[in-house]
Every structure is written in C-alpha cells, then in structure tokens.
C-alpha cells in the first residue's frame, strides 16, 4: 500500500542538477525518498526546535527522544543534527540564524538549502492541511509529528524487509527469533499508522 507523501525529493542538495529524476534507478530513487525524510526532520528541528512542545520539554526534545534510536543515514544531515544537538544541549539555542554563521561551509549551505527551498514533503502536507481549514493555524506542532513519524515509519518499513529476507535463509531456531522481531516491528509500524491516521484532527 503506497503511503501519501512518500514521492522523491525533486532534488537531492548533493546532486542537484545532475541527475533528471527519469533516470534514477529503483535504488537511487528510495535513497531520495529517504534523504526527503531527513531532510524533514532537519527542517522541523532547525524552524522550531526551541518552542515548547509541552509544560516540560521543547519541540527539539521530543525530536531528540523518538529519534534515540535511529540515525539519519545522509552523512551531512547527520552532521547538522548532531551539531545542533552538541549546541543545544551546551544551552547556545541553536537556530537557523545562529547556524548561518556556523565556521563550516557545507553546514552554512545545508542549513540554507533546508530553509530557503520549497520542500515537496512539507508542501504536500500544507495541501492537506489547507483542504481541512487549517493551514492559517500554527502547524509547527503538526509539521514536526508527521516529519517524525513518517521518518520512522519508513525506518521501520526497511528494517522489516530486511527481516523479512532473513527470515527466508534462517534455520529453525534463528527464524524464531527473526518472527519475534516481525511480530516487534509490525505492531510499532501499526502504531505510527494509527498515529498518523490521527495527527492532523488533532
């Protein structure tokens, strides 16, 4: 079942340029999606991760939190998201105006490339949201819940293929354990399903 908003990055910011996307193979089209995702994320955390996102904790915290175990698998957005992770947690309130002036020059440019360029994932969501007389609203929360979790939710859909071709040249005991890890993953991938289903009525 095809997800909404899961089309490739027009661009990727290494490869801008090089490529038409009519070219790309099966391969380099999913690393697009998932840069896409990533990108996302740092959007998100660069635009309002000093809000609050409750009475105790910012919006760049709960990012930091569901995001624990994962790793964004673009080198340069996880250099940016571990800067801005060492910074906030020195209490500099990293942002994109205090980045923009960051001594590396390929974080100066990222950082511009996030915040600058339309993004298809973003614009996606803001038709959604426009179709259901919200978009005049405050979407930060929502922009970062559906960054989040869709993020996530195409982290665990890899995780279980890759399970899943395991699981066909396991031996008996091996596979056992590879199904407790199916069963795992199935029932986080409904979780964030069901959490998505529900994030813009909130």
């Known amino acids: 079942k095809k997800l909404p908003f899961e089309s490739p990055a027009q661009q990727s910011f290494e490869s ?25 994320i740092l959007k998100v955390l660069l635009e309002y991760g000093q809000r609050s996102w409750d009475e105790t904790h910012t919006m760049a915290e709960y990012i930091f939190e569901e995001l624990e175990q994962f790793h964004l698998e673009t080198p340069l957005l996880e250099k940016l998201y571990e800067i801005y992770k060492v910074q906030y947690y020195q209490g500099l309130e990293p ?31 803001d038709e959604v949201m426009e179709s259901m007389n919200i978009l005049n ?39 056992k354990r590879l199904l407790e890890v199916h069963k795992h993953l199935k029932s986080i991938e409904t979780e964030l399903t069901k959490r998505l289903g529900t994030v813009i009525i909130k």
């Open 16 to 40: 801008a340029g090089q490529q038409p996307e009519d070219v790309l193979d099966d391969t380099q089209r999913l690393l697009l999606q998932d840069e896409a995702h990533e990108r996302n």
């Open 95 to 125: 942002s994109v105006k205090t980045l923009l002036y960051h001594d590396d020059e390929e974080i100066r440019s990222l950082v511009v490339a996030l915040t600058v360029f339309p993004h298809e994932l973003s614009q996606k969501w």
């Open 137 to 175: 609203k405050d979407t930060s929360r929502q922009d970062v819940i559906l960054s989040v979790n869709y993020y996530k939710l195409r982290k665990i859909k890899k995780m279980f293929e890759e399970n899943q071709r395991d699981m066909e040249s396991a031996g008996f005991e091996e596979f």
